[in-house]
């Protein structure tokens, strides 16, 4: 018994030795917020060792060998940070660590003083940038989607927009997602801002091509924005109020006395039309009531921690868009517009996060969306044309006065009414799982559903005069005069990946994703494969491919710009139009503070839904050799001839190509620092879309596109922030000459209805021939180029902290055009010209004060 005694004390006391040898490593996980984020997974890199944060956010790891050691903390809904902590025999080392919500709600990126991927992040194409940026960005108006426009890969469509143009795809083939929900109207004022509030987001993040498998239902690209928790740090309640030149917003954020909660919410809304509006009235423009194009918005988002290990957030967001105007009845023009416009954007979401091991995490997300509008139109037009170009505006001014004198209507070339209606709502019900087996080895899977019902529906008066223009034009659509059509369909998605980690160099996550879609009663598999080879530390190659479906349904209508018919029962045999994404890029980090990256992809498009071409009855008249073209002896009598005519019905039809390179070169600020930051981006691209045996280029194939954005910390309290952009000009369909306009009128005596030559009060009616399908998009708009400027400080007045900015767009007041209008001197027979303009030089002011 004695020597067991021994034996025991012994192996104790080894055991002790050894304890006393070893350190541990303690420390506290908090949000950006610096509120503590409970149920965080802190894991050691290289072995099986961790630990989970408490409810104050606290951790403790025992028992862990000297050194230094690499800490890994995750947790579901945020990104992943890695850090190097030395730890020391007989001691606690002790570390704050900070997680910043992620736009992929899964916990894969890594987060340093640069904007580096780690290298066995397998995803190409990641564009990212903070809140701070989008707020402060010259020239994006403090809008999300403005600060997107320009970066490398992305474009914008006009000043006046601000949608995604992404790699030669169309804005209705970007998913934008907010909280993981989809939104199918991310607007605001008619398009020339986003919904996203710059002062409530955590982080953003797009994905240009080759997005991996948890992402479906369309064909280009995703953007996926996290609203950020309400802050506890300034007891109940904190507020900022911003004032910029599109809305004045309104936050308050603060914690909740229970379940370690928080609040924030977020009021916006347009001012300008309130100073306008009466302003209008008052000098006779408009009559009754008016309203300018303005919107107002709330949103909200609860956060709980009901248990250990559990995270709970409600959002809500109500907004609506609104315009009123009609023309004042003591006019000078006999020209009339009257217009009503209401639209509405409603969001409710209850996401769920359950971290219950350090392996093991789960995203559960309900949500409703519905966007909805109407609006009633009318007006007449077309005065000034019938009394001749020649006749200046104050002549013609007297000659209405004088027919309305003697009780005469003033003529005009058309009149129309019409109103229209949509709605579109959607159900969704989604589960999101992550399995991390070992730390080089991670799985991903989940499931959703989505229940959608879309209405549309117009109803248009056209007088006949109009109605005949109309109808002479082949490359016009037939619309009826009324039209109603509600579609109610399921969708279905599945998808699994595995990130598996097969050398110390390189990552492969091959992925599958299954999708339904009721609507055509399809399936569809959707394989995805990408992986990351680290050259070395600081170089990596990545790669990516995948296949991609886009159902077909109203809801995507609203970025497409085109309408389409759906109620006829053939649409159910259409196909899901899909693309194939090829990517190959390179990243290397220069030196800790410049970044270097260059990337070339490749996508294919097939089944692309169109409208269809159908044989129709087109009028063809010829000039006769040695009379004036502008008279009716100088053309043939119309003839019938068969040509293509357009059609509301949808047909895949089409197939298309788009692929380029892009650069980049990043320089990011050092903190506490006076420092140059931004970003050189250049892409050089090309997209065209195939149909009929045509190639025609797509309305948004851009062939150089330069950006130069950046600042400098002028002192502790100056920002100056510089943006210049260029782009060589959009295609355009010019004039291949001029033609007299072919209208159809009804024979007195047969009732038949007779082609004829379109006349006025000069002659006839001469317009510009801008040709077939052959020649849609063969010209060029002017190449595009601008320089914005921004200055901000941040002043301490009246005990409270502001920002105050002046920003000016279109510094040196750039003639950008967005269109170019083709018309005909009835008079002469000259073909010219007329260039719309986009946004002149605009300085704006605007402030922000937080309490």
């Not at 809904?77 to 910043?100: E, F, H, M």
């Not at 009123?324 to 023009?333: H, I, K, V």
């Not at 980090?589 to 269809?612: G, V």
Request: charged letters at 20%; aromatic letters at 12%; hydrophobic letters at 35%.
């Amino acid at each position: 018994m004695k020597y067991v005694y021994c034996l025991f004390a012994l192996l104790f006391g080894h055991v002790l030795g050894h304890a006393a040898d070893r350190g541990a490593l303690g420390g506290v996980v908090r949000q950006a917020s610096g509120d503590p984020l409970a149920g965080a997974v802190v894991r050691l890199v290289g072995t099986s060792r961790g630990a989970i944060t408490q409810s104050n956010g606290r951790f403790l790891v025992k028992d862990v060998e000297p050194g230094l050691v690499q800490v890994r903390v995750t947790f579901v809904g945020y990104d992943t940070v890695q850090k190097a902590v030395q730890v020391r025999a007989n001691d606690t080392a002790d570390v704050s660590i900070v997680l910043i919500e992620d736009t992929r709600n899964r916990g894969d990126i890594i987060v340093t003083a640069t904007r580096r991927q780690e290298q066995t992040d397998t995803r190409t194409s990641v564009i990212s940038i903070t809140p701070k940026e989008a707020k402060y960005k010259a020239g994006a108006v403090e809008d999300v989607f403005r600060a997107l426009q320009g970066l490398p890969g992305v474009t914008a469509p006009n000043d006046f927009s601000s949608q995604l143009v992404i790699r030669g795809s169309g804005p209705d083939q970007n998913l934008i997602l907010m909280d993981g929900i989809e939104l199918f109207n991310p607007y605001r004022l008619y398009g020339f801002i986003s919904l996203f509030n710059p002062e409530t987001v955590s982080q953003i993040n797009l994905i240009t091509g080759a997005f991996p498998a948890p992402y479906g239902d369309r064909l280009s690209a995703v953007l996926d924005v996290n609203n950020r928790d309400g802050s506890r740090d300034s007891g109940y309640f904190a507020g900022k109020l911003n004032v910029s030149i599109t809305n004045a917003n309104l936050i308050t954020e603060g914690k909740l006395p229970f379940l370690q909660g928080s609040y924030i919410l977020s009021t916006r809304r347009t001012y300008y039309d309130l100073i306008a509006g009466p302003i209008a009235r008052a000098s006779g423009a408009v009559d009754g009531d008016v309203a300018l194009p303005n919107f107002g918005d709330i949103q909200a988002r609860l956060t709980f921690f009901p248990a250990t290990n559990h995270k709970v957030y409600v959002n809500g967001l109500f907004s609506s868009d609104n315009t009123q105007f009609e023309s004042s009845a003591n006019r000078t023009q006999a020209d009339s517009l009257s217009l009503v416009d209401r639209s509405f954007n409603s969001v409710a979401g209850l996401t769920w996060l359950y971290t219950p091991s350090e392996t093991f995490s789960s995203r559960a997300v309900f949500s409703w969306y519905e966007n909805r509008g109407a609006n009633s139109f009318g007006g007449q037009g077309g005065s000034q044309r019938i009394a001749g170009e020649e006749v200046t505006r104050e002549e013609f001014r007297r000659i209405q006065d004088s027919l309305r004198r003697e009780g005469i209507d003033v003529p005009t070339l058309y009149r129309i009414n019409g109103n229209t209606n949509f709605r579109f709502a959607k159900w969704t019900a989604r589960l999101d799982q992550v399995w991390s087996p070992s730390p080089d080895h991670r799985l991903e899977f989940g499931t959703m559903i989505d229940d959608i019902t879309t209405g549309v529906g117009f109803e248009v008066d056209i007088d006949p005069r109009l109605r005949a223009v109309q109808q002479s034009n082949p490359r016009a659509i037939s619309f009826p005069e009324e039209f109603e059509a509600n579609i109610s369909y399921l969708r279905l998605g599945t998808y699994f990946q595995d990130n598996i980690r097969l050398t110390n160099r390189l990552t492969v996550q091959p992925g599958i994703r299954h999708d339904y879609y009721e609507y055509i009663n399809r399936h569809y598999f959707s394989p995805r494969l990408a992986a990351s080879f680290a050259v070395d530390e600081i170089t990596t190659i990545r790669a990516s491919s995948g296949v991609y479906y886009q159902s077909p349904g109203y809801e995507k209508l609203f970025d497409r710009s085109v309408f389409l018919d759906f109620t006829d029962p053939s649409t159910r045999n259409l196909r899901a139009e899909r693309s194939i994404h090829g990517v190959l890029g390179f990243e290397r980090m220069l030196t800790d503070e410049w970044q270097f990256r260059a990337e070339a992809y490749y996508k294919w498009f097939d089944d692309l839904i169109l409208q269809q071409v159908v044989p129709g009855t087109v009028y063809r008249v010829d000039r006769v050799p040695g009379q004036p073209a502008t008279s009716e002896q100088g053309w043939t009598t119309p003839i019938a001839t068969i040509g293509d005519s357009l059609t509301a019905l949808p047909v895949n039809v089409a197939t298309g190509e788009s692929y380029g390179i892009e650069f980049l070169v990043q320089k990011v600020a050092i903190v506490g620092e006076n420092t140059f930051y931004g970003i050189a981006s250049y892409a050089l691209s090309w997209s065209n879309r195939y149909r009929d045996g045509l190639i025609i280029p797509f309305n948004f194939d851009r062939r150089h596109a330069l950006n130069l954005s950046g600042g400098y910390r002028l002192g502790s309290n100056w920002d100056l922030s510089v943006t210049w952009t260029y782009g060589s000009g959009f295609p355009w369909t010019d004039a291949v000459g001029i033609t007299p306009r072919i209208v159809r009128r009804e024979d007195p005596q047969t009732g038949e209805l007779r082609p004829e030559i379109e006349r006025n009060f000069k002659g006839i009616e001469l317009v510009a021939d801008r040709g077939g399908l052959d020649n849609l998009n063969r010209g060029r708009l002017p190449d595009y180029h601008r320089l914005d400027v921004r200055v901000t400080t941040y002043p301490q007045w009246f005990g409270l902290t502001w920002s105050v900015y002046l920003d000016v767009i279109n510094v040196y007041n750039r003639r950008n055009i967005i269109s170019r209008n083709w018309r005909v001197d009835d008079e002469t027979g000259e073909i010219g010209f007329r260039e719309t303009a986009m946004l002149p030089i605009l300085p704006t002011f605007g402030f922000s004060l937080a309490w």
